[in-house]
């Protein structure tokens, strides 16, 4: 077994300082980091003998996480959904790439299942909104009482037009 495989090691990306093992970089050996580490790739170190990598800082903290966790952990509310990819695959890191996309997919869903029941809901209000703007030609005809109701407190536009307990008694 290689002697070098749990070293640690100091990293520079982008500027931002991470510590690492030698075998969490290699975990992929196919991905960019994977042959950089195991010496197939060169890298350089800077002048506190940190090995550089050329990406995005701060979002290489997930890469490295999944590295390490082989998960995708990602706070609540991420939206730097493309810079991810983008490193993702400049890392050629192939199980995040796929979970990159599988997730990205799934909020897709989710956006479109929340549009469409927004949209479920504007039918029925239009319709409502189109009732009570002819109620004033309809109330003529109705004996309206003032009373207390639920809807009269939900819908007190509606209420001032009609009267619910008149209309639903």
Known sequence: MDSHVDDVLELNVGGCFYTTSRSTLTRYPYSMLGAMFSGRF??????CNRYIIDGDGPTFRHVLNFLRR????????????????IEADFYQIE?????IEKAR?????DEERERTSKSQWRRPISILQNTVDK???ISRFLELKRGGSQFETN?????????CNTLWK
């Open 42 to 47: 060169p890298s350089k170190v800077d002048q």
């Open 70 to 85: 082989s998960k995708l952990i990602l706070p609540d509310g991420f939206k730097e959904w493309d810079i991810l990819s």
């Open 95 to 99: 199980d995040l790439i796929r979970l």
């Open 105 to 109: 997919e799934q909020i897709r869903r």
């Open 135 to 137: 109620l004033p030609s």
């Open 155 to 163: 819908f007190p536009n509606i209420t001032s037009k009609i009267i």
